[in-house]
């Protein structure tokens, strides 16, 4: 897989993520493209990156359980 892929995957699973919007783990899977199996390790790789990933079985869906926010790429300086 191609690292941007990757990445815009992490970001669009983080809009998911930040919007309570994820469903059920087969769920979210579904809505980005991934095994379940493959969604657990990109959700280890968010928790790795410093991600307070939690899930809501009440609300059914996964969430941060305090603000914060994921930058990837480049950002001009001075």
Do not use: H, W
Request: hydrophobic share 30%; glycine share 8%.
């Amino acid at each position: 897989m191609c690292v941007t892929s990757y990445l815009n995957r992490l970001e669009r699973m983080d809009q998911f993520i930040r919007l309570r919007a994820t469903g059920t783990p087969d769920q979210f899977a579904g809505k980005i493209g991934l095994s379940r199996s493959m969604l657990f390790r990109y959700l280890d790789v968010l928790r790795d990156l410093g991600g307070p990933v939690k899930y809501s079985s009440q609300r059914q869906s996964y969430y941060y359980s305090e603000p914060v926010s994921l930058n990837i790429g480049y950002k001009k300086i001075g």
